[in-house]
């Protein structure tokens, strides 16, 4: 028998440079997607890749983010709930996934001076 593993996937964090004017927003946008890979680094790199059919990606971190980030490790269960197969991806846009992640660390925009 084999081990078992504790991760099911990656929340992978992409910041990249849309290849069309988003409405104003300075800086790169922060895309978030689910990737069903146990090993964090491959999971950022598939990640990264798909992250490159929207746009660049970012060539240096900003507001404190790196261009590619493992936000958070998912559980087993969670990948099952997406329904994502080994290495699958689900792109979840620009918005905070709280269904999976419900702690928001505070953006760079949240910052008060």
Same mark, same amino acid.
């Given at each position: 028998m084999g081990s078992v593993e504790?991760?099911?996937?990656?929340? =992978?964090? @992409?910041? @990249?440079?849309?290849?069309?004017?988003r409405g104003g927003k300075?800086?790169?946008a922060r895309l978030f997607f689910a990737v069903a890979q146990a090993d964090r680094a491959r999971a950022e790199w598939?990640?990264?890749?798909?992250?490159m059919i929207t746009g660049v990606i970012a060539s240096s971190p900003f507001g404190g983010m790196?261009?590619?980030?493992? @936000?958070?490790?998912l559980s =087993?269960?969670? =990948?099952?709930?997406?329904?994502?197969?080994?290495g699958q991806i689900k792109a979840f846009g620009d918005k905070w996934p709280r269904r999976l992640?419900? =702690?928001k660390a505070p953006a760079a925009s949240d910052e008060r001076d």
């Open positions: 504790t991760a099911g996937g990656w929340m =992978i964090g @992409v910041l @990249v440079e849309p290849q069309e004017q300075a800086g790169p598939a990640a990264a890749d798909r992250a790196e261009p590619v980030e493992a @936000v958070a490790e =087993i269960h969670a =990948i099952a709930s997406l329904g994502l197969g080994q992640l419900p =702690i």
